[in-house]
């Protein structure tokens, strides 16, 4: 009842109930241009080709909520904007302009958010031009011209650059919309757009199992599938809202009569820190061996051919590729050096710990601990589920990776939604009783 009331308080805020209609309305648009396929491919095709294939192909496919199936001019999803967002926070580490815009405040983070946009066309460009090589190679490949026909109709640089143009374009409008729903929406626009891709293709997947066993349903397998996919949710919770709380004193001063500090807090951390950016970035760098195959570099193609087909040399790289990314950026957005000297500044330090290196030596290693549990359970969570649906031999894309980005997203706009209720004197979604999402206490 709790949370039913606290639902039906959304209806009662007009500024939040206009930010989820606006946000709804940007996730219509984008699924409305998942089906504008991108002039002179065949999608018909293309679906045959996408619909016989798993591993690298199926997971690229689920994240751009069937925009690659159907070739349209959403194909390259979201993935351009997540790597130039990385690589602009990698320049923060190398280069010193780049770390004083991050500290020029709000001005700094708008120049930042302008080379992260010229930096996501750059790699648009770059991977339009491979798509379109990748489709016109199709066309005499076993899997292409040979089985189902021809993806490209009239290959040559004429389909080149009006690809280029095309996919660009819906790249530049998603990044865009993304960024309309996260400031006049309820917020992570680009997780929401995300989100939605994923989510919609659950009833295909439902459906091609029904269809691949001809209505005869395995009720141990389905029960098996289900458990493991509760199991899963249950753990990608509790690992989404665990942290470390490390306790901060605040020390006393007086200025004039009045006495300010001796207060204490925690400075929370996370035990994922990265969040679902490992899992995204990985499976977006392993495009690059058939972007690089398509370019006719010598060894790529048997190297993309065996990262298509799903199997175990697919899940050990996958694997090892999302606890390389989940140190990496960890150690690229949190930076103990930083936090100790702000804790210097003010005036604040941690209970039996001296201000300065010796904070950041602490810092640093209890991050690290925190890092390799966060690890292990986001690789977990990505290959085993996919591990075990491959073994039942469930025809059903919705794995442990795109689980954790339902899950964690859900999360997060729960307690977006949450905090604009708060903030408006109305209890939370979860009532007055359950302070689990947002922390509160009653």
Request: proline content about 4%; glycine content about 10%; charged content about 15%.
């Given at each position: 009842m709790a949370v039913a009331g606290g639902f039906s308080n959304?209806?009662?805020?007009?500024?939040?109930?206009?930010?989820?209609?606006?946000?709804?309305?940007i996730i219509a648009i984008y699924r409305v241009g998942v089906f504008i396929t991108t002039p002179g491919v065949d999608r018909a095709v293309m679906r045959s080709i996408v619909s016989g294939q798993g591993g690298l192909l199926g997971l690229f496919n689920l994240f751009s909520g069937g925009a690659l199936e159907n070739l349209s001019i959403?194909?390259?999803?979201?993935?351009?904007?997540?790597?130039?967002?990385?690589?602009?926070?990698?320049?923060?580490?190398?280069?010193?302009?780049?770390?004083?815009?991050?500290?020029?405040?709000?001005?700094?983070?708008?120049?930042?958010?302008?080379?992260?946009?010229?930096?996501?066309?750059?790699?648009?460009?770059?991977?339009?031009?491979?798509?379109?090589?990748?489709?016109?190679?199709?066309?005499?490949?076993?899997?292409?011209?040979?089985?189902?026909?021809?993806?490209?109709?009239?290959?040559?640089?004429?389909?080149?650059?009006?690809?280029?143009?095309?996919?660009?374009?819906?790249?530049?409008?998603?990044?865009?919309?993304?960024?309309?729903?996260?400031?006049?929406?309820?917020?992570?626009g680009i997780s929401?757009?995300?989100?939605?891709?994923?989510?919609?293709?659950?009833?295909?997947?439902?459906?091609?199992?029904?269809?691949?066993?001809a209505g005869d349903i395995q009720p141990l397998t389905v029960a098996m599938l289900t458990a493991v996919m509760l199991v899963s949710v249950a753990i990608v919770v509790f690992f989404e809202r665990a942290q470390r709380q490390i306790p901060i004193q605040y020390a006393r001063r007086q200025v004039g009569r009045r006495i300010y500090g001796g207060q204490s807090a925690h400075l929370p951390l996370k035990v994922n820190m990265a969040s679902m950016i490992p899992?995204?970035?990985?499976?977006?760098?392993?495009?690059?061996?058939?972007?690089?195959?398509?370019?006719?570099?010598?060894?790529?193609?048997?190297?993309?051919?065996h990262l298509n087909r799903g199997d175990w040399m697919f899940n050990v790289l996958f694997g090892s590729l999302i606890i390389f990314f989940c140190f990496f950026y960890t150690a690229v957005t949190f930076q103990p050096v930083d936090v100790a000297d702000n804790l210097k500044k003010q005036q604040a330090n941690i209970p039996g710990i001296r201000p300065g290196k010796q904070t950041a030596e602490f810092l640093d290693r209890v991050l690290t601990r925190l890092t390799v549990g966060g690890a292990i359970y986001v690789a977990a969570i990505c290959v085993v589920p996919s591990v075990i649906a491959q073994t039942l031999r469930?025809?059903?894309?919705?794995?442990?990776?795109?689980?954790?980005?339902?899950?964690?997203?859900?999360?997060?706009?729960?307690?977006?939604?949450?905090?604009?209720?708060?903030?408006?004197?109305?209890?939370?979604?979860?009532?007055?009783?359950?302070?689990?999402?947002?922390?509160?206490?009653?």
């Amino acid at each position: 009842m709790a949370v039913a009331g606290g639902f039906s308080n959304i209806t009662k805020v007009p500024e939040l109930r206009r930010r989820i209609l606006f946000t709804l309305m940007i996730i219509a648009i984008y699924r409305v241009g998942v089906f504008i396929t991108t002039p002179g491919v065949d999608r018909a095709v293309m679906r045959s080709i996408v619909s016989g294939q798993g591993g690298l192909l199926g997971l690229f496919n689920l994240f751009s909520g069937g925009a690659l199936e159907n070739l349209s001019i959403f194909a390259l999803g979201i993935m351009p904007y997540i790597s130039a967002s990385i690589i602009m926070q990698l320049l923060g580490m190398v280069s010193k302009q780049v770390e004083e815009m991050r500290k020029e405040g709000e001005a700094g983070r708008r120049k930042l958010e302008q080379y992260t946009r010229y930096g996501t066309i750059v790699l648009s460009g770059f991977q339009s031009f491979g798509v379109a090589l990748y489709l016109e190679g199709l066309n005499d490949a076993d899997v292409g011209g040979g089985r189902f026909g021809d993806v490209v109709a009239n290959p040559g640089w004429g389909f080149r650059l009006l690809t280029m143009l095309t996919l660009t374009t819906g790249t530049a409008l998603i990044m865009w919309l993304g960024e309309q729903a996260t400031e006049r929406g309820i917020g992570n626009g680009i997780s929401l757009i995300i989100l939605a891709s994923i989510v919609s293709g659950v009833p295909s997947a439902v459906s091609g199992y029904w269809q691949a066993n001809a209505g005869d349903i395995q009720p141990l397998t389905v029960a098996m599938l289900t458990a493991v996919m509760l199991v899963s949710v249950a753990i990608v919770v509790f690992f989404e809202r665990a942290q470390r709380q490390i306790p901060i004193q605040y020390a006393r001063r007086q200025v004039g009569r009045r006495i300010y500090g001796g207060q204490s807090a925690h400075l929370p951390l996370k035990v994922n820190m990265a969040s679902m950016i490992p899992p995204i970035f990985a499976s977006s760098l392993l495009l690059f061996p058939t972007t690089l195959a398509n370019f006719n570099v010598p060894g790529m193609a048997t190297f993309a051919a065996h990262l298509n087909r799903g199997d175990w040399m697919f899940n050990v790289l996958f694997g090892s590729l999302i606890i390389f990314f989940c140190f990496f950026y960890t150690a690229v957005t949190f930076q103990p050096v930083d936090v100790a000297d702000n804790l210097k500044k003010q005036q604040a330090n941690i209970p039996g710990i001296r201000p300065g290196k010796q904070t950041a030596e602490f810092l640093d290693r209890v991050l690290t601990r925190l890092t390799v549990g966060g690890a292990i359970y986001v690789a977990a969570i990505c290959v085993v589920p996919s591990v075990i649906a491959q073994t039942l031999r469930v025809p059903f894309q919705f794995g442990g990776t795109s689980l954790m980005i339902v899950v964690g997203v859900a999360l997060e706009t729960v307690n977006q939604i949450e905090a604009h209720l708060i903030t408006r004197s109305y209890e939370g979604l979860t009532g007055p009783q359950t302070t689990r999402l947002s922390g509160r206490r009653a």
